[in-house]
């Protein structure tokens, strides 16, 4: 069983940055692929970006390749999502994601969501 507990989110102009963290519970947490997602009004969940377990392997949605990066800290149960120069349409709920790899995290098949954090990103 993992808790996720995102926390960063706030309000940013375009051409700033917010960093989210997402805190897990647990002791097992480098056996887990992490991802973020994002749903903004009227859409979609869509992918972000997802890390491996050890943290060697990241992926990122074309939308935000250069511009975000995702990290974990193992040692923290914790893992990141830097968000650099903000668009207002990076404006949604983001969400973070564990699952047992990282297909199944890409896919949004991980059985275990946090709560989310509001982004949202004024022009």
């Known amino acids: 069983q993992v808790e996720l507990v995102e926390s960063g989110g706030g309000l940013a102009q375009a051409g700033g940055s917010l960093r989210l963290s997402c805190a897990a519970s647990g002791r097992t947490f480098r056996s887990y692929a992490m991802g973020w997602f994002r749903q903004a009004p009227g859409k979609k969940r869509e992918f972000v970006a997802a890390?491996?377990?050890?943290?060697?392997?990241?992926y990122y949605a074309d939308s935000v390749k250069s511009r975000f990066a995702i990290a974990r800290d193992n040692a923290k149960n914790t893992v990141f999502l830097q968000m650099n120069s903000l668009k207002p349409e990076d404006t949604a709920v983001y969400y973070c994601?564990?699952?047992?790899?990282?297909?199944?995290?890409?896919?949004?098949?991980?059985?275990?969501w946090g709560q989310g954090t509001q982004v949202t990103v004024s022009s």
């Open positions: 994601a564990a699952g047992a790899t990282i297909v199944i995290v890409t896919t949004q098949r991980s059985g275990y």
């Open positions: 890390v491996s377990g050890t943290g060697d392997s990241t």
